[in-house]
């Protein structure tokens, strides 16, 4: 399917080109200015902004994730796909917290969600029942994975089948 980057922001930009024009700081993962870009910018100014918590950079063409120009730089070619952070922080972009992976996968790695009352992964309050259900999907089937008297507990329940269907993308 290809990264959700356009293709025509990517075309003829490479790794040669963005390492003449970014800094690369290898104790934050962020992007500095090499060069003057415009106005108003100087060398050694940070390169990105972040728009909706994410952190993007000006190439010729427009705008891209700063994660996918900090890999362009390091492995010298543009993702395959997305690229998800191991650990779920986005404004951790050092290159040993990033992989290039698929939409499916980078969604296994997701936190706890902010509507979700039980404060745990997979785990609801059952409406009827005073217990907590889990429950978790893989390769579009869901699964039960039963009730239990504590959201602790079924928590647990949803890390094991995690561990065991998402491996190193459980997130939990």
């Given at each position: 399917m290809g990264s959700p980057v356009r293709t025509s922001l990517r075309?003829?930009?490479?790794?040669?080109?963005?390492?003449?024009?970014?800094?690369?700081?290898?104790?934050?993962?962020?992007?500095?200015?090499?060069?003057?870009?415009?106005?108003?910018?100087?060398?050694?100014?940070?390169?990105?902004?972040?728009?909706?918590?994410?952190?993007?950079?000006?190439?010729?063409?427009?705008?891209?994730?700063?994660?996918?120009?900090?890999?362009?730089?390091?492995?010298?070619?543009?993702?395959?796909?997305?690229?998800?952070?191991?650990?779920?922080?986005?404004?951790?972009?050092?290159?040993?917290?990033?992989?290039?992976?698929?939409?499916?996968k980078n969604c296994m790695n997701q936190t706890v969600r902010k509507h979700n009352k039980c404060g745990f992964k997979g785990v609801t309050k059952h409406p009827q029942q005073n217990a907590y259900w889990c429950r978790i999907s893989a390769d579009g089937v869901r699964y039960q994975l039963g009730l239990y008297p504590t959201a602790e507990m079924a928590a647990a329940a949803y890390r094991i089948a995690a561990a065991c269907m998402h491996g190193e993308y459980s997130g939990v």
């Amino acid at each position: 399917m290809g990264s959700p980057v356009r293709t025509s922001l990517r075309i003829g930009f490479t790794a040669e080109m963005a390492r003449s024009r970014f800094r690369y700081d290898t104790l934050t993962g962020d992007l500095y200015w090499r060069i003057e870009p415009g106005r108003g910018v100087q060398i050694g100014d940070r390169a990105y902004s972040v728009t909706r918590g994410r952190k993007t950079v000006r190439i010729p063409g427009g705008r891209v994730p700063q994660t996918h120009v900090v890999w362009l730089m390091h492995k010298g070619m543009w993702p395959s796909g997305e690229v998800d952070h191991r650990d779920r922080d986005q404004a951790n972009d050092r290159i040993g917290n990033l992989r290039d992976t698929t939409t499916k996968k980078n969604c296994m790695n997701q936190t706890v969600r902010k509507h979700n009352k039980c404060g745990f992964k997979g785990v609801t309050k059952h409406p009827q029942q005073n217990a907590y259900w889990c429950r978790i999907s893989a390769d579009g089937v869901r699964y039960q994975l039963g009730l239990y008297p504590t959201a602790e507990m079924a928590a647990a329940a949803y890390r094991i089948a995690a561990a065991c269907m998402h491996g190193e993308y459980s997130g939990v």
